[in-house]
């Protein structure tokens, strides 16, 4: 009966994540696909035996670091030949011709993603590996898994036993955007195009990352042994079939006008696509002409590569400026002589950092190239040597902030210059406003950049805490302001003392803290003096948080200035701690337990139950400890320190059994029982499916956003 409804439930998740993700059709709701998942995720939990590495369940992915093994290809990942002219295209189709006579073609877009291929056995995907260097690639299965466009069971019928199925990872612009935004906001460095931001999130080792990043697969060649067809676009029509994301943007072509037709298509109409297209491929349809042309020693002589060239313009670099954001981190920006650039008036581009402007040894008054690729952010790829100014000299990079006077500095392994001054930096001071008075933050209405900028400069304000001591006759005679804004702007002021402690933790702008792992933290610690009073070592148990969060968080706190700024927000009533919650039982009350190793669920959910049972969690193990819940993997030292100590050492099943776990189900899932080498730990529950491709995102309006 419940294998039956799993089984049920698998089927129909399936074919709603292939509704929704490949035919962008779907038929159903979110709420109601959610609540489907969350059945199975139920079922899957209080019944391991019938664990499924591909279940959609999957999909959420595990924060477990992944090594990643590498692992020969069956058949090699070959590159392939490109050109940027029309004419080297026709001489190559003339080659073809005179070996093989006429014959078609099939031409497809080159995506620009990163490759992929995907081996499926009995019609279950068992393997992913990058390209690597095209004989042996990384085994990225488990992050695969997450890409909600791979299916992880094939559809239909007829497929062969063991195929593989090759393809590019791309990441859509809507995806891209959002990474980006959210990695400005946290101080992170940003990714310079969709590519490298696909490639970078494929290799990431906790797969719950990867699977919330939004990424997207299109698969364009199949390879095994004896496939039964005779075209490529008979084999791919098949694919589509089996459940494959396959682009509908094909075309077979008879002849050169009709290749070259598709190509004057696509160099424009590739503007509207939601993902990134750097070309068009165009191969030989017939698998036995393919057989006949052969390969030279790194691509196939059957296919070519067609690139578009970035859009270039040459203009004057008028000026060097430099922008100081919120973590002090310091940009180089060209001010450009006004040009027009795929579609958009470029003005400005970044120049990202001394390094890159010594490399180009770019001065104000040369002109410069500027490139609009896959990128967002135009950027300068080269001076015109030939028409520099006689007088020019070499640009020599500031040393000092250009706000605030202060001697920059490098820390080490960054590219970029960095203001010291926080606390008085008025770029910086502002950002941190304008970040902690975010939606996603404090959500404090009414106060955007020009008024933060006016209460600063006007004395009202010379740090987040301030903004509680506002009041609105101070308001009010602010030029645009008003006593009606000014007291909208103060109730909401007063409103985000009841924000969730979480959120206040995200908006105090610590580096690297960005909502998620302010979410972690907050969950884990549960208040901020716990967050406070944390080691390295105990900051690092909270999920997503690395050593190098770890520091940027004690950082922030062994920081007088901050100290005095929180001590002022707790007078003001902010939340600071995680609203209590109900205990489920009072089953471990008075006991203190310590959870190591790896288990079915995360550790971060051992830890809430012992909670929610009324038990209290300790970081390491100590005469204070009662229990130590062992998982897999655990250290042998911390094993042996908790016998001696005669600590009761309980397994998982023990544990889950003296919370009485079998009455209140977990909603996460175990995966126990994979064929894979390495235990997997459970996922976080599904987080809401993003809206990937909905609309195309436009060349301006995407660098509005960043610029
Ligand atoms: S076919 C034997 N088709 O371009 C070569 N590749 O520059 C099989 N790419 O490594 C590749 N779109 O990552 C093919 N429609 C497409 C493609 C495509 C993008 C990538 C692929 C390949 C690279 C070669």
Not at 6 to 12: F, G, S, Y
Not at 220 to 242: I, M
Not at 330 to 337: F, G, Y
Not at 421 to 447: T, V, W, Y
Request: charged content about 30%; hydrophobic content about 40%.
């Amino acid at each position: 009966m419940i294998r039956e409804r799993i089984e049920e439930l698998r089927r129909l998740l399936d074919y709603h994540n292939h509704k929704y993700y490949v035919e962008n059709a779907p038929e159903i709701s979110d709420f109601e696909f959610d609540t489907l998942m969350h059945e199975l995720q139920r079922l899957e939990a209080e019944h391991p035996e019938y664990a499924d590495p591909n279940s959609p369940s999957v999909r959420v992915g595990s924060d477990l670091c992944a090594e990643f093994r590498t692992v020969r290809h069956r058949y090699a990942m070959l590159s392939l030949g490109n050109t940027y002219s029309l004419e080297e295209l026709h001489e190559f189709l003339d080659r073809i011709e005179r070996e093989a006579g006429p014959t078609d073609y099939v031409c497809e877009l080159k995506f620009d993603g990163t490759a992929i291929s995907l081996t499926y056995e009995e019609g279950q995907l068992v393997q992913a590996l990058t390209r690597g260097d095209g004989v042996e690639g990384d085994d990225v299965t488990a992050n695969v898994r997450t890409i909600r466009s791979v299916p992880l069971r094939l559809r239909g019928e007829g497929w062969p036993a063991l195929f593989e199925i090759r393809g590019e990872i791309l990441m859509p612009y809507a995806s891209f955007d959002r990474l980006n935004a959210e990695r400005e906001a946290n101080g992170e460095p940003l990714f310079a195009n969709p590519r490298n931001a696909a490639a970078g999130t494929l290799k990431q080792q906790a797969s719950a990352v990867v699977a919330r990043r939004g990424l997207d697969c299109t698969l364009y060649q199949l390879a095994g042994d004896n496939l039964p067809f005779t075209t490529h676009w008979e084999s791919l029509a098949k694919a589509r079939e089996w459940g494959f994301k396959v682009s509908e943007h094909m075309r077979i072509c008879h002849d050169t006008a009709q290749i070259d037709e598709f190509i004057a298509y696509w160099d424009e109409a590739r503007r509207q696509l939601p993902f990134p297209t750097d070309g068009v491929v165009i191969k030989v349809n017939d698998f036995a002409v393919r057989r006949q042309l052969g390969f030279t020693a790194k691509a196939p002589k059957w296919a070519v590569a067609y690139k578009f060239k970035a859009e270039q313009a040459l203009t004057r670099l008028e000026s060097i400026s430099f922008q100081v954001g919120r973590t002090g981190a310091v940009t180089p920006v060209a001010n450009l002589e006004p040009v027009l650039l795929a579609g958009t008036t470029v003005r400005r581009a970044t120049l990202h950092n001394a390094e890159q402007m010594a490399l180009l040894d770019i001065r104000p008054g040369d002109m410069v190239y500027v490139e609009k690729g896959g990128e967002i952010i135009p950027k300068i790829t080269g001076v015109e040597l030939a028409q520099r100014p006689a007088d020019s000299l070499p640009f020599r990079y500031i040393d000092r902030c250009p706000e605030c006077g202060t001697p920059l500095v490098r820390y080490e392994g960054e590219a970029k210059h960095y203001c010291p001054n926080q606390s008085g930096c008025r770029p910086q001071i502002i950002g941190r406003m304008l970040h902690f008075i975010r939606r996603k933050a404090m959500d404090i209405e009414g106060l955007g950049e020009e008024t933060v900028e006016l209460l600063y400069d006007n004395g009202l304000v010379h740090d987040i805490s301030d903004l509680y001591d506002l009041q609105a006759g101070q308001l009010a005679p602010l030029p645009r302001l008003g006593e009606k804004s000014a007291d909208n702007i103060i109730r909401s002021i007063r409103r985000s003392t009841e924000v969730p402690f979480r959120r206040v933790l995200f908006g105090l702008g610590i580096r690297f803290v960005g909502e998620t792992t302010a979410k972690y933290l907050a969950e884990h610690f549960r208040s901020l003096d716990a967050v406070m009073a944390a080691s390295r070592e105990e900051l690092v148990e909270a999920d997503e948080v690395g050593e190098k969060i770890a520091d940027a968080i004690r950082e922030y706190f062994a920081d007088a200035e901050n100290l005095r700024i929180i001590g002022r927000l707790r007078q003001a009533g902010l939340q600071f701690e995680e609203a209590a919650r109900e205990l489920a039982s009072e089953a471990l009350a008075g006991r203190s337990f310590v959870v190591s190793g790896r288990f079915t669920r995360s550790r971060d959910e051992m830890k809430e139950l012992i909670e929610l049972h009324g038990g209290r969690n300790l970081a390491a193990v100590s005469g204070n400890v009662d229990y130590l819940v062992a998982g897999e993997k655990m250290g042998p030292a911390k094993l042996k320190k908790a016998e001696k100590l005669g600590i009761r050492i309980l397994s998982e099943e023990e544990f889950l059994r003296m919370v009485g776990e079998a009455d209140a189900p977990s909603e996460r899932i175990s995966q126990t029982g994979l064929p894979e080498e390495r235990p997997e730990p459970a996922a976080p529950t599904a987080g809401p499916r993003p809206q990937e491709g909905a609309a195309p995102a436009s060349g301006s309006a995407r660098e509005q956003e960043l610029f």
